[in-house]
């Protein structure tokens, strides 16, 4: 699986567009990006997810690179409810263990008023 | 629907007790899993099920047992409990382990052994 490199925190005013950066340098070419959040103490949620068109959804937006190799998740009017660990995780084809998610520390976000 | 359903919500254990996590899911999904979640860390897989009747071994299996009966439940089970078992216990379901598909994941058990 490729790894992913995410910054351990970033902080956002309310209001504004959040963008939460990943780095995927070595995705393969049939592996997908998924975002998912936890807010503290709950299970994760899905946000949004991409292979290499930019995605949108009712949550938020996904750009990737060109070369596939760095995503951004962007919120677009960041509120406190957003304050959450935004986990980037590359995915595997479908299929026995290769259809199991990896997280790795993610990035925790602070909306700050 | 209820979505992914997790019992009991918190549980202290002595160390050498068993005990098992519930798991139900009412969406008919065919991938389950289970997941640690320790302070400051992300996510470990522990066990997963692609479907009733088949299991296998993620990240951090070793301490933990599960099986898949029926499609709606994936138990785990502890045989005896370690305090080095003390986490947050996070169950997940989707229709399949494709990358279309996303997964569900319950609001955690919290174990503390003592």
């Known amino acids: 699986d490729a790894k992913t490199t995410q910054p351990p925190s970033m902080d956002c005013a309310e209001g504004r567009a959040a963008n939460l950066p990943c780095n995927h340098s070595?995705?393969?070419?049939?592996?997908?990006v998924y975002w998912y959040r936890q807010i503290h103490s709950q299970g994760p949620q899905y946000i949004i997810h991409?292979?290499?068109n930019n995605e949108t959804n009712e949550m938020a937006s996904l750009i990737i690179t060109e070369d596939r190799k760095s995503s951004t998740l962007i919120l677009p009017h960041a509120t406190l409810r957003d304050t959450a660990v935004y986990y980037c995780i590359v995915r595997v084809t479908y299929g026995g263990s290769q259809g199991n998610l990896i997280f790795g520390k993610g990035t925790k976000l602070s909306v700050k008023p | 629907n209820a979505g992914v359903t997790q019992t009991p919500k918190f549980q202290v254990l002595k160390t050498g007790q068993s005990m098992t996590l519930q798991c139900a899911q009412d969406?008919?999904?065919?991938?389950m899993s289970w997941y640690r979640q320790d302070p400051g860390m992300g996510l470990r897989l522990i066990h997963y099920?692609?479907?009733?009747?088949?299991?296998d071994q993620g990240e951090v299996p070793n301490g933990y047992n599960v099986s898949r009966s029926t499609t709606e439940d994936f138990p785990l089970r502890l045989l005896s409990a370690a305090p080095s078992q003390t986490s947050v216990y996070f169950c997940a379901s989707s229709y399949g382990t494709s990358r279309r598909e996303t997964q569900y994941f319950g609001p955690g058990t919290r174990l503390l052994v003592l």
């Open positions: 099920s692609v479907g009733a009747g088949i299991t």
């Open positions: 969406m008919n999904h065919e991938y």
């Open positions: 991409g292979l290499k």
């Open positions: 070595t995705i393969s070419g049939n592996e997908y």
